[in-house]
T-cell receptor, first 114, second 109 residues
Framework: EPEVTQTPSHQVTQMGQEVILRCVPI?????FYWYRQILGQKVEFLVS????????KSEIFDDQFSVERPDGSNFTLKIRSTKLEDSAMYFC????????????FGPGTRLTVT | RKEVEQDPGPFNVPEGATVAFNCTYS??????FFWYRQDCRKEPKLLMS???SGNEDGRFTAQLNRASQYISLLIRDSKLSDSATYLC??????????FGKGTTLSVSS
């Protein structure tokens, strides 16, 4: 399966700052997702994006978060006013949306909020 | 949201051993089932989808029991390189994956 790239690989930010995490998915995939994994915990769903709209979001995905596809290719997750508890690995994933419903994860961005 | 539960682990086995992981899911509407492998501080990598009839990929065999809402993964002839955390995940028709906490496998020589 072709790779999804994510940038940056590691982001350190101060509490209260805004961060933008980027993902470059494969263009022929229909479904895009953001997940996070706090160290030592399970992978948690944040939001899914289909046809340039949010299709589903979790309770975690509150007003602090937003997603965009600003140029039709890159896919961004913005976290406004970061908190210490936002420190986690953030994974972008994509799916073809075919009957397999398989999702493939990017390498992730490690976000550290100090 | 309903949960996915996995064996707590860790599983420590010698090379060549056969090891089985179990996973239960609580949402009976779940439609798709997966096993992922995750190495330390890396992304989950899809190991295999789990089909109703069961499926095999080399040394790996996955089984699904919809009635019991139970998924399993069997690894035969364990290799050192199989050491990782194995994540069970379920979803409904392309929606969010719901993951278990994972089971850690350590294969030793």
């Amino acid at each position: 399966e072709p790779e999804v790239t994510q940038t940056p690989s590691h982001q350190v930010t101060q509490m209260g700052q805004e961060v933008i995490l980027r993902c470059v998915p494969i263009s022929n995939h229909l479904y895009f997702y953001w997940y996070r994994q706090i160290l030592g915990q399970k992978v948690e769903f944040l939001v899914s994006f289909y046809n340039n709209e949010i299709s589903e979001k979790s309770e975690i995905f509150d007003d602090q978060f937003s997603v965009e596809r600003p140029d039709g290719s890159n896919f961004t997750l913005k976290i406004r006013s970061t908190k210490l508890e936002d420190s986690a690995m953030y994974f972008c994933a994509h799916g073809r949306g075919d009957r397999t419903y398989e999702q493939y994860f990017g390498p992730g961005t490690r976000l550290t909020v100090t | 949201r309903k949960e996915v539960e996995q064996d707590p682990g860790p599983f420590n086995v010698p090379e060549g051993a056969t090891v089985a992981f179990n996973c239960t899911y609580s949402n009976s509407a779940s439609q798709s089932f997966f096993w992922y492998r995750q190495d330390c501080r890396k992304e989950p990598k899809l190991l295999m989808s789990v089909y109703s009839s069961g499926n095999e990929d080399g040394r790996f065999t996955a089984q699904l029991n919809r009635a019991s809402q139970y998924i399993s993964l069997l690894i035969r002839d364990s290799k050192l390189s199989d050491s990782a955390t194995y994540l069970c995940a379920v979803n409904q028709a392309g929606t969010a994956l719901i993951f278990g906490k994972g089971t850690t496998l350590s294969v030793s020589s």
